[in-house]
């Protein structure tokens, strides 16, 4: 079983900085990717960021330029430095590891529980 516990979120004023950071454990075998996913009320989860464990990264069209993704293969560690924070960026946010957990075995995607961001204006 993976577990993955995010930190760091919490209130920032606008054009504000924040830096999340995520770590997946316990049966991982080969990561495949780490990324971040947010949802704000009444909206659906959306994909903010990803980097795969080559570190070729993705980013929302929203995010492009304000945020930078982050990994640490060997800790199995994903940060998301989030610059000139808008109140549009108010969510909470998840973290998701996509590993497999022996060799030949499918990845999956295993969740953390998600931390808040709120961005006042």
């Known amino acids: 079983q993976v577990h993955v516990v995010e930190s760091g979120g919490g209130l920032v004023q606008a054009g504000g900085s924040l830096r999340l950071s995520c770590a997946a454990s316990?049966?991982?075998?080969?990561?495949?990717?780490m990324g971040w996913y947010r949802q704000a009320p009444g909206n659906e989860r959306e994909l903010v960021a990803l980097?795969?464990?080559?570190?070729?990264?993705h980013y929302a069209d929203s995010v492009k330029g304000r945020f930078t993704v982050s990994g640490d293969n060997a800790k199995n560690t994903v940060y998301l430095q989030m610059n000139s924070l808008k109140p549009e960026d108010t969510a909470v946010y998840y973290c998701?590891?996509?590993?497999?957990?022996?060799?030949?075995?499918?990845?999956?995607?295993?969740w953390g529980q998600g931390t808040q961001v709120t961005v006042s204006s």
């Open positions: 998701y590891a996509n590993s497999a957990n022996s060799p030949g075995t499918a990845y999956y995607r295993q």
């Open positions: 980097i795969s464990s080559e570190g070729i990264t």
């Open positions: 316990g049966s991982i075998f080969r990561l495949n990717d």
